[in-house]
Structures are given as C-alpha cells and as structure tokens.
C-alpha cells in the first residue's frame, strides 16, 4: 500500500506541473503568449485571470500530495472543477472547430488522465482507511 500511496504521490506531483506552469506563463505573458492573433484587453485580462485560476488548481492539487490518502474531498472538488473546464473546452471542439494538439493534449488530460487520478486516489484513501480501522467522521475524506 504504501509503495501503490507513494507513486500516486508522485505521478500527482509530476501532473500538477501542467496546470501550474501553464497557469503561470498564461498571467505572465497573457493571450498572447499562445500565439495567433492580437486580441483586446478585455479578452486578455480574462485570459490571464482564468490562468490565475489554473494556476490556483496545480497548487492545491500539490497540497495533497504530503497526505494524499486524507485528501479525498478536496482531491474530488478539485477533479470535477477541472471536468467542468474540459466539458467546456470539449463544448467549443464541437462548435468552433478542433484546436491547436496542445489544446487537444489538455482536453485529454481534463476528461481522461485527471478523473483517472480521483479514482485512484479514491482507492489509495480506501485502503488507507481500511488499514487504520479508523472512523472518518470530521475527516477530509
């Protein structure tokens, strides 16, 4: 168990990377540090407010890594607001045409790799709990 804990640590860490980063070089450098055409201030500001917001979600999805078996309630939260943004991202596929492979990547890692996680995570604080015989009421799970 703690073997299985210990690489889901990792591989969380190692994913929160993604969302963190391209948070960050979104605040910094704005819509138009993804290329393509000038857009307006309005837009812009939007564009780096949103990755403000995606930057908020690799770092709270690092702050379960220290005790991730505890952090079921928060993992999940976290899960279903980054599926709500692909649901969306996936809405615009549909209406304004296929995006940039990068765009696709990170579809694949909001309706794929990220629900994929909550599931494992779910089962890695199932086991923990089993193990411990310990009531979780006023936990985090």
């Not at 969306?88 to 909001?110: C, D, I, K, Q, Y």
Request: a positive charge; aromatic letters at 8%.
């Amino acid at each position: 168990m703690d073997k299985e804990r210990r690489l889901l640590q990792r591989v969380v860490a190692v994913a929160a990377l993604l969302p963190a980063a391209g948070g960050l070089y979104g605040v910094l450098f704005g819509a138009a540090g993804i290329g393509g055409e000038r857009v307006g201030v309005s837009v812009d500001s939007h564009f780096r407010y949103l990755s403000g917001l995606l930057l908020g979600i690799g770092i709270l999805f690092w702050s379960t890594v220290p005790a991730i078996e505890a952090k079921t309630r928060l993992f999940r939260f976290l899960t279903l607001v980054v599926v709500l943004g692909g649901l969306g991202r996936l809405l615009g596929l549909w209406l304004t045409g296929v995006p940039s492979l990068t765009m696709l990547a990170a579809l694949a890692m909001e309706l794929v790799v990220t629900p994929l996680l909550c599931l494992w995570q779910t089962r890695v604080a199932n086991i923990a709990r089993e193990r411990s015989g310990v009531a979780t009421l006023g936990r985090d799970t």
